[in-house]
């Protein structure tokens, strides 16, 4: 049966919001009080990284940081920035 037919309670058991996986970081690239997720912005949508103040174009592989409980206070770093910042916040 296609995906859109199941009912909410055969999706409840699937990760993620809506039954989507969540798309975790690899392990060195956790920090303490924040989530990291891997991403690729697919929706034409250019970030700004923190770590060098570069853009990060559409499409580009990158991490997502959230402070935990600061949804809204999301930043997308560039890996390598990213690996920089863990390594000064000393992990």
């Known amino acids: 049966m296609p995906r859109r037919h199941r009912a909410a309670r055969d999706r409840s058991d699937l990760p993620g919001p809506q039954g989507r996986p969540l798309n975790l970081a ?8 924040t989530v990291v997720r891997a991403a690729s912005v697919g929706t034409g949508k250019v970030y700004r990284c923190p770590g060098c103040q570069q853009l990060i ?29 863990v390594r000064r916040r000393g992990r």
């Open 26 to 33: 690899p392990d060195w690239a956790q920090a303490d009080g």
């Open 57 to 85: 174009q559409p499409g580009t592989p990158h991490l997502v940081v959230v402070q935990e409980g600061d949804m809204e206070g999301r930043r997308h770093w560039h890996t390598p920035c990213w690996r920089t910042e």
